[in-house]
């Protein structure tokens, strides 16, 4: 071989080289994604034949097909969304599964929200159910959680065309600003820390009633089992709101001496909880103080440029709001015994030596903790109007 | 092309010996140290321990910057000879040049877990590696200057976006995860110390650094400097990643500091994949360690047996690439990862120290 064909050789084989260059390795296009942008898990009745639990996975695909077709010209064909079901032991195999029924890739990278379903969170470790999705690495860990009452499937559905319910689901965790009545959301990366922690806590729950989606107070998961063990309706998770002191706005309807309500907006809101270890004693106190207007009243003979009157409004709004508080411990305390609004986090904070002896047992030492409840509301005004 | 030192254009400046050893430290432990160090912890309290880690490293930096200092423009190579004799300064010269490679060969696999995970899912470890150990074997070719030049460029960018990305996740930090400090006193801080200082290896290289440096009297302020800017990163970092995933959270995840990225959104934000920013000055960080320490490596080699640097270069790629692939699975790597560690203690805790002594009874090199 002489210097010349030496060269072309060597010229052609660095071309080759520049070829595989031009593409990306494993790229995938867009067209053929179906993106699952939520996903619900619930639980089968037992099979006889099978010895485990069967899972019912329903995956919320938005696949380029289904966006377009959702708003074309204000008329809709079809919906926006496509939910596909599939039974399974486990949620990865039963999840292969569904290759078989769409042609999309399913993609998870910008699944949004799990739902869990009620008998699934009583039945199953949240930690056992949950597994896959934190150890997927396709899925965010940004992805919310939420407790399904009854199936969870049902909540992935919506009557309207338009809509992708699972969108819908994150859109509304964000009215968590304005009301007392939805929790903070909770992550895969939040839940992570809850779990391994031991503590017990509370996961938004939803319900689907008619094909509408709404959310419903809150799922106690007990910090032992990691098992749901029941539901605070929305009046209870009002209670829990104040205790965290964590809500950035919502409203206290109480009703003046002649039965009329009053309404009170908080504009702000803080909460204290200290603890005291007297011996082998634990008691809490709770102090809560918040800043807010009067927003409606319904009593039209009464002035709100009158000092008394506001003193009135205070002194009725902190009556429901010391009643929402009463009614939530007592129903932690007695009917679930779970510590789920951080009084044992503080005990451990302000008492770290008394919390190692405690934390293995707390959910049942908190259960007959006393806990002494201090609220202070302040009106800073009342609006436009005096009638 | 002689890589032995006294040639005049083979010379840093103070700032580059600085930047070459914050980017040298800063590797492969960013992403694990909160897990690593919570789980010997077990407090909130790791911050304490990173710093306390921080500050021993300083120490044994500032020991190995003495002895370098007594013999001016030579490395370890070099001068071990002179402390201990020809045999055993040549001993211990290989067991640093086989640390070097080993750590080295280190990076470029754990580089090529985390891509292979994250970013490159079903592209083959080889065609990872392979593009990363030659361009890795461009850039040394030419000597420590353009390794220092480069490393000043990737420095600014590794601040800047680790910063940003740092602090947007604030959304999820929660304060209540890092109290109470020294809850249960300070035993706990203490449990994790080795790990911690193990997160700072790299001063190591100021064995060879000083060497190249302009003023080498000015030494040991390069090491205070290149120490604590990465003790800065990792308080930021072990903050951050307790304050949201908490310390349960943190010891069952594999890469605590990717899984904070993970774990935000900003809606608005054009930007959602906030752990690709971390990924790439993460990998540029693994870039300048595993070059030093490639370079390192070959400089010793070549120092050792008085030869040309070039052939040693080429001859040690294919010897990091096969220790690389010796791990067969994760644990494995992390397994390897804490036993160069170990092996690196002894090496550059306790011996640099042994020499000084010597050194200075036989009144050797420069008071």
């Given at each position: 071989?002489?210097?010349?064909?030496?060269?072309?050789?060597?010229?052609?084989?660095?071309?080759?080289?520049?070829?595989?260059?031009?593409?990306?390795?494993?790229?995938?296009?867009?067209?053929?994604?179906?993106?699952?942008?939520?996903t619900a898990l619930d639980l089968e009745k037992k099979d006889?034949?099978h010895n485990g639990h069967l899972l019912t996975v329903t995956n919320?695909?938005?696949?380029?097909?289904?966006?377009?077709?959702?708003?074309?010209?204000?008329?809709?064909?079809?919906?926006?969304?496509?939910?596909i079901s599939e039974t399974g032991d486990a949620a990865l195999p039963t999840l292969r599964n569904m290759?078989?029924?769409?042609?999309?890739?399913?993609?998870?990278?910008?699944?949004?929200?799990l739902v869990i379903g009620e008998e699934l969170a009583r039945t199953l470790n949240l930690q056992q159910t949950l597994d896959f999705f934190?150890?997927?690495?396709?899925?965010?860990?940004?992805?919310?959680?939420?407790?399904a009452?009854?199936r969870a499937s049902?909540?992935?559905?919506?009557?309207?065309?338009?809509?992708?319910?699972?969108?819908?689901?994150?859109?509304?965790?964000?009215?968590?600003?304005?009301?007392?009545?939805?929790?903070?959301?909770?992550?895969?990366?939040?839940?992570?820390?809850?779990?391994?922690?031991?503590?017990?806590?509370?996961?938004?729950?939803?319900?689907?009633?008619?094909?509408?989606?709404?959310?419903?107070?809150?799922?106690?998961?007990?910090?032992?089992?990691?098992?749901?063990?029941?539901?605070?309706?929305?009046?209870?998770?009002?209670?829990?709101?104040?205790?965290?002191?964590?809500?950035?706005?919502?409203?206290?309807?109480?009703?003046?001496?002649?039965?009329?309500?009053?309404?009170?907006?908080?504009?702000?809101?803080?909460?204290?909880?200290?603890?005291?270890?007297?011996?082998?004693?634990?008691?809490?106190?709770?102090?809560?103080?918040?800043?807010?207007?009067?927003?409606?009243?319904?009593?039209?003979?009464?002035?709100?440029?009158?000092?008394?009157?506001?003193?009135?409004?205070?002194?009725?709004?902190?009556?429901?709001?010391?009643?929402?508080?009463?009614?939530?411990?007592?129903?932690?305390?007695?009917?679930?015994?779970?510590?789920?609004?951080?009084?044992?986090?503080?005990?451990?904070?302000?008492?770290?030596?008394?919390?190692?002896?405690?934390?293995?047992?707390?959910?049942?030492?908190?259960?007959?903790?006393?806990?002494?409840?201090?609220?202070?509301?302040?009106?800073?005004?009342?609006?436009?109007?005096?009638? | 092309?002689?890589?032995?030192?006294?040639?005049?254009?083979?010379?840093?400046?103070?700032?580059?010996?600085?930047?070459?050893?914050?980017?040298?430290?800063?590797?492969?432990?960013?992403?694990?140290?909160?897990?690593?160090?919570?789980?010997?912890?077990?407090?909130?309290?790791?911050?304490?321990?990173?710093?306390?880690?921080?500050?021993?490293?300083?120490?044994?930096?500032?020991?190995?910057?003495?002895?370098?200092?007594?013999?001016?423009?030579?490395?370890?190579?070099?001068?071990?000879?002179?402390?201990?004799?020809?045999?055993?300064?040549?001993?211990?010269?290989?067991?640093?040049?086989?640390?070097?490679?080993?750590?080295?060969?280190?990076?470029?696999?754990?580089?090529?877990?985390?891509?292979?995970?994250?970013?490159?899912?079903?592209?083959?470890?080889?065609?990872?590696?392979?593009?990363?150990?030659?361009?890795?074997?461009?850039?040394?070719?030419?000597?420590?200057?353009?390794?220092?030049?480069?490393?000043?460029?990737?420095?600014?960018?590794?601040?800047?976006?680790?910063?940003?990305?740092?602090?947007?996740?604030?959304?999820?930090?929660?304060?209540?995860?890092?109290?109470?400090?020294?809850?249960?006193?300070?035993?706990?801080?203490?449990?994790?110390?080795?790990?911690?200082?193990?997160?700072?290896?790299?001063?190591?290289?100021?064995?060879?650094?000083?060497?190249?440096?302009?003023?080498?009297?000015?030494?040991?302020?390069?090491?205070?400097?290149?120490?604590?800017?990465?003790?800065?990163?990792?308080?930021?970092?072990?903050?951050?990643?307790?304050?949201?995933?908490?310390?349960?959270?943190?010891?069952?995840?594999?890469?605590?500091?990717?899984?904070?990225?993970?774990?935000?959104?900003?809606?608005?934000?054009?930007?959602?994949?906030?752990?690709?920013?971390?990924?790439?000055?993460?990998?540029?960080?693994?870039?300048?360690?595993?070059?030093?320490?490639?370079?390192?490596?070959?400089?010793?080699?070549?120092?050792?047996?008085?030869?040309?640097?070039?052939?040693?270069?080429?001859?040690?790629?294919?010897?990091?690439?096969?220790?690389?692939?010796?791990?067969?699975?994760?644990?494995?790597?992390?397994?390897?990862?804490?036993?160069?560690?170990?092996?690196?203690?002894?090496?550059?805790?306790?011996?640099?120290?042994?020499?000084?002594?010597?050194?200075?009874?036989?009144?050797?090199?420069?008071?």
């Open positions: 071989m002489n210097t010349q064909q030496l060269r072309r050789l060597l010229c052609s084989l660095s071309i080759l080289i520049l070829l595989p260059l031009a593409g990306c390795w494993s790229s995938k296009e867009i067209e053929n994604l179906g993106f699952i942008v939520g006889p034949d919320q695909f938005v696949t380029s097909e289904t966006i377009g077709s959702g708003t074309k010209d204000g008329k809709t064909q079809q919906k926006a969304y496509k939910n290759i078989l029924r769409i042609d999309k890739r399913a993609f998870a990278e910008h699944s949004k929200v934190i150890r997927e690495q396709e899925m965010r860990p940004s992805g919310l959680i939420l407790i009452r009854e049902g909540t992935l559905e919506s009557k309207n065309l338009v809509d992708i319910p699972a969108f819908q689901l994150i859109e509304m965790t964000q009215g968590h600003d304005r009301t007392t009545k939805i929790l903070p959301p909770m992550t895969l990366t939040k839940i992570q820390g809850k779990l391994q922690s031991g503590s017990s806590f509370l996961l938004q729950s939803v319900s689907s009633i008619k094909g509408e989606i709404k959310f419903t107070g809150a799922a106690v998961i007990k910090g032992k089992t990691n098992k749901l063990s029941g539901f605070l309706n929305e009046e209870e998770l009002e209670g829990i709101t104040w205790i965290s002191g964590k809500g950035k706005g919502g409203l206290v309807r109480s009703f003046d001496d002649e039965g009329l309500p009053i309404v009170y907006e908080i504009l702000s809101m803080k909460s204290v909880i200290k603890s005291h270890v007297d011996g082998n004693r634990i008691s809490f106190d709770l102090i809560i103080e918040s800043e807010g207007r009067i927003a409606e009243h319904w009593d039209v003979s009464e002035k709100d440029f009158e000092n008394g009157y506001l003193k009135r409004a205070e002194q009725a709004s902190v009556k429901e709001v010391k009643r929402l508080i009463r009614n939530v411990l007592n129903k932690m305390q007695h009917t679930y015994q779970a510590d789920v609004s951080g009084f044992g986090n503080k005990l451990r904070i302000e008492y770290p030596y008394v919390w190692e002896k405690v934390k293995k047992d707390w959910d049942q030492t908190f259960s007959e903790v006393p806990i002494r409840c201090e609220v202070k509301l302040t009106i800073k005004d009342y609006g436009t109007s005096d009638h | 092309m002689l890589a032995m030192s006294g040639s005049s254009k083979d010379r840093i400046t103070n700032l580059q010996a600085a930047v070459i050893l914050v980017n040298y430290i800063l590797a492969a432990g960013i992403l694990t140290l909160p897990r690593t160090s919570v789980e010997k912890v077990k407090t909130p309290d790791v911050w304490i321990t990173v710093i306390i880690g921080g500050l021993i490293t300083m120490i044994a930096g500032v020991i190995i910057v003495k002895l370098s200092q007594r013999y001016p423009e030579k490395t370890f190579y070099q001068y071990s000879g002179e402390i201990v004799g020809k045999w055993i300064g040549g001993l211990l010269s290989i067991l640093i040049i086989a640390y070097f490679f080993t750590i080295s060969a280190y990076e470029v696999r754990t580089m090529a877990e985390v891509t292979g995970f994250f970013l490159l899912e079903g592209t083959p470890t080889w065609a990872i590696i392979m593009p990363f150990m030659w361009i890795g074997l461009y850039l040394i070719i030419g000597g420590i200057t353009p390794l220092a030049r480069l490393f000043e460029m990737i420095f600014p960018v590794t601040i800047i976006i680790f910063l940003l990305v740092a602090f947007l996740s604030l959304g999820i930090f929660e304060f209540n995860n890092l109290r109470p400090v020294l809850g249960l006193g300070v035993i706990p801080v203490l449990k994790g110390i080795k790990t911690t200082a193990l997160a700072f290896l790299g001063t190591e290289v100021m064995l060879l650094l000083v060497a190249f440096m302009k003023r080498p009297e000015k030494a040991v302020k390069v090491v205070l400097i290149g120490v604590t800017v990465p003790m800065v990163f990792y308080v930021i970092t072990v903050v951050m990643v307790i304050g949201a995933l908490s310390i349960d959270g943190v010891t069952t995840r594999t890469w605590p500091t990717l899984e904070l990225m993970r774990g935000f959104e900003i809606p608005g934000l054009i930007f959602e994949r906030f752990e690709s920013f971390l990924l790439v000055i993460w990998i540029m960080q693994i870039f300048t360690t595993f070059t030093i320490t490639y370079y390192a490596a070959a400089l010793g080699l070549s120092q050792l047996l008085k030869k040309d640097i070039q052939p040693f270069i080429y001859a040690l790629l294919p010897v990091i690439y096969v220790i690389a692939m010796i791990p067969k699975n994760i644990n494995d790597l992390f397994h390897m990862g804490d036993m160069v560690g170990n092996v690196a203690l002894l090496l550059f805790a306790v011996l640099p120290l042994i020499l000084l002594l010597i050194s200075r009874l036989k009144k050797g090199g420069k008071a």
